[in-house]
Every structure is written in C-alpha cells, then in structure tokens.
C-alpha cells in the first residue's frame, strides 16, 4: 500500500532538511532540482519506498561528502592560491630568519668589544718589554661563573705566562689551531668553549692577538657569554614569534581569499 | 578531463550511464535516474545528490548542456553536447571491442549479457 501523501510531505520536508548540509554554492544551484526529483521519486509507484529511502540515504552520505570535498578542493586547493601562498611562506621564511640572524650577530659582534680594547692594549705592553706577570692585571677570575672580562698571556708555544682567567682551579688553554692561526694572521676572534672538566661547560668570547718582538706571544682576551646567549635566546624567540605570526596571516589572507574567490558549480 | 576534448580514460559507471540516458534525447533528473537504474541502462543506483554533481561536472566539462526547455519550472532539462556524443560512441566502442573479445575467448554466450 502506498503511504499517505502527509507522509510523502514528512520525507519531503526531512529530504529538504537533509539539503542544507550541503555546500551553499552547490545548494544554491541544485536544491530545487534535486527537491523535484526526490518528489518525482516519492510519486513514482514503480519505486518502492523500500528501495528509495535506503537509495537516497546512501546517496546523501556519498554526494556530501564529495561535494564539500570538491568545494574545499575548488576554493582552497587552486594552483593559484597554493603558489602565492607558498611564496609568500618563503618570503616569510627569510624575512624570520633575516629578524634572528642579524640581531644576533650584531649581539654576538658586540659581545668582543671589551676583548678587543683589552686584548689590543696587553700585546701593545708586552711588546713594550714590560714583563707578563706586571702587564696582566692582578685578580682571579672564575670564567665559568663570572661576567668580567680577563686576559691571559702566553708565550709563543701556547702555555700561560700569567693569568686573570680560572676554570677548576686551572688557566684554560685554547687549542692550538688557533695559536697557529693567529701565528699567520695576527688575530682571530672565536667562540671559545673550554673544557669544564669532560664536558664543554662554559662558552667563551674570546679575541687572541699575536705579541710581536724581543719575547714573541699571544694574548687573550676573553668574556663569558651567558648574558648575550640568553639575549640571543631572547632573539630566536621573537623572531620565532613573528614568523609563526606572518604564517598565520598568510594562511588566513589565503582562506579568506579562496573563500572570497570561491567558483560556484555551472549553473 | 578539459573543456572541448573527448576524455580518453575510460568513463566512470556514473558518468557513462548519464550519457547513454541522454542519447535518447532531453530529460529531467528523476527521467535521467530512472533510465541508469535499468540494467540495460547501467544498472547505477544514483540518487538526486550524486546526479546533479555529477552533471554538474560534466556540464564543466562540455559533455552535457541545460537545454533550457521545461515543463515545469523546477525540473531542469539537459542534453548531450557534441562532445558528450563523440565522448559516448567512443567509450561505446571500447565496450564493444571488450564485449568482441570476451566472445572470442568463451567468456560470453552470443546475445547473452555476463
């Protein structure tokens, strides 16, 4: 027996409930369409309700799920869209790691700035004639706790003459190459890590310059780091934060821009 | 697929369907969904969701046309274009060479379906 026509109306108006879920654009185009086949369908007498409801509830679950699969494809997937977005990440990419890097060079620059002065005037007294335990200033400084600047002098085999700089009771030595660099070059300026008993557990910045003359050497000038690594620290963060920033507003202007531009199904 | 050329791949069953409806001449959705239902029209279950973005597609992709006649204003009416023609003999032909083969190698009795 065929149900009442106020059941007819009932599915009808679930189908035209069910029409909602899918993508505006689509709906727009198709719903009174898709409306008068679903009623063509209920007043069809050779189509049971048996076979339709089963029919239409598949068909519902599979076509909405590809339209709204397509309408995310058609507005955010077009090649387009992907390309400026994917420049525009990479511009954002340099402009993020151009805001770390240059700051913390400039920090890490500034960090030998004393060394430099220092440094400069112990080879400039050296030079002098004056003897290495008067020219090096009288003090300890423990380099794995303290800020201080300190110099070392050494003879022209790399071993201390005189000191400011202790590290476990000891005047650390920097490796080799570097005496032989500074042999040749006259100066070099590194990032020292001298060893804290097995470990690396101090960071020095630290400027070696040659001492030429009666008694040929090098000097050390040096400073713990610390202070300038938390502020590099601080940098990476930053930079850190403006980068994932301009990737969050590229992927917004782009979502908003898809959306906006979105192609709507032939009408 | 592109606008204005006949695909090569062989058809998807939907689409296939669609077309061998429309040969017949215009028809509205309920027309085209009954006709693919048959077994000798595809035997497709298509409901009016996968329909209308299947035509939808295949408008896009020239294969079929809103022929802008309707006996009432709330069906829509389509048609196959020139390629849509072209598209369906050619994928026609692919079956009929399979269906050749598949006689010539016992699969199929003479005039019997598989």
């Known amino acids: 027996m065929r149900p009442a026509p106020r059941h007819s109306r009932r599915l009808e108006w679930i189908y035209d409930a069910a029409l909602q879920l899918y993508p505006k654009p689509f709906r727009e185009v198709y719903a009174e369409a898709m409306r008068q086949t679903f009623r063509d369908a209920l007043r069809d007498h050779t189509l049971s309700r048996r076979t339709l409801i089963p029919l239409v509830l598949r068909d519902l679950v599979h076509s909405l799920a590809k339209e709204h699969l397509a309408m995310l494809r058609n507005t955010f997937l077009r090649p387009a869209l992907l390309f400026n977005a994917v420049v525009l990440a990479g511009i954002s990419t340099v402009l993020g790691l151009a805001l770390y890097s240059i700051p913390q060079q400039v920090l890490r620059q500034g960090a030998n700035d004393p060394q430099i002065a220092l440094a400069g005037d112990l080879a400039a007294r050296l030079e002098q004639g004056v003897a290495p335990a008067e020219a090096v200033p009288a003090g300890s400084v423990d380099i794995a706790r303290s800020l201080s600047p300190f110099v070392i002098a050494y003879d022209d085999q790399g071993q201390p003459l005189a000191s400011q700089a202790r590290l476990n009771g000891q005047t650390p030595t920097p490796p080799k190459g570097v005496f032989d660099y500074v042999r040749q070059h006259g100066e070099e300026r590194v990032s020292w890590q001298p060893m804290l008993g097995n470990q690396h557990g101090v960071r020095i910045a630290a400027v070696v310059q040659r001492v030429n003359g009666a008694h040929p050497g090098f000097v050390l000038a040096g400073r713990n780091m610390r202070e300038v690594e938390a502020r590099e620290e601080q940098v990476r963060h930053m930079a850190g934060l403006a980068w994932i920033g301009m990737l969050g507003l590229i992927f917004l202007g782009t979502v908003s821009f898809g959306w906006y531009t979105r192609q709507t199904p032939t009408a | ?114």
């Open chain 2, 1 to 114: 697929m592109t606008t204005g050329t006949a695909p090569t791949a062989p058809l998807t069953p939907v689409v296939f369907a669609i077309l061998l409806s429309l040969a017949e001449g215009e028809k509205h959705g309920y027309l085209i969904m009954k006709d693919t239902r048959a077994p000798e029209g595809g035997g497709v279950r298509l409901g009016p969701g996968t329909l209308y973005g299947s035509l939808g597609r295949m408008m896009r992709d020239g294969l079929v046309a809103e022929s802008g006649i309707s006996d009432d204003e709330r069906r829509r009416y389509y048609r196959l274009t020139a390629l849509g023609q072209t598209t369906l003999a050619g994928e026609l032909g692919r079956l009929d060479a399979a269906i050749t083969s598949a006689r010539s190698l016992g699969l199929l009795v003479h005039g019997g379906r598989s």
